[in-house]
């Protein structure tokens, strides 16, 4: 099993990121998938997550009409669309499966946000 997250970087203040997140080694259509993020000193906290199919969507606080999280089922892929950066959404950003068959954690990608 694998999550590969890619896209993060530095960006300023009011800037746009898309993540992305490639799986492998597992059924990716039957699992939710979702993005989580850390920031130093601070937990891990759910910054969105979609459905199996794509139908739904749920976010966490941090979002506030700014983050879409979508999917490409035919290409294994989960994305996340990040506008109006603020320096507060500088973390790492995971992208988390959860399925039948368990739990599955990417390794992470930087997201740097100067002000």
């Known amino acids: 099993v694998q999550l590969v997250e890619s896209g993060g970087g530095l960006v300023h203040s009011g800037g746009s990121l898309r993540l992305s997140c490639a799986a492998s080694?597992?059924?990716?259509?039957?699992?939710?998938l979702s993005w989580y993020r850390q920031a130093p000193g601070k937990e891990r906290e759910l910054v969105a997550e979609?459905?199996?199919?794509?139908?739904?969507?749920l976010y966490g606080d941090a979002r506030k009409g700014r983050f879409t999280i979508s999917r490409d089922n035919a290409k294994n892929t989960v994305y996340l669309q990040m506008n109006s950066l603020k320096p507060e959404d500088t973390a790492v950003y995971f992208c988390?499966?959860?399925?039948?068959?368990?739990?599955?954690w990417g390794q992470g990608t930087q997201v740097t946000v100067s002000s």
């Open positions: 080694g597992f059924t990716f259509s039957s699992y939710h």
């Open positions: 979609i459905t199996s199919a794509g139908t739904g969507a």
């Open positions: 988390y499966a959860k399925g039948a068959g368990g739990g599955y």
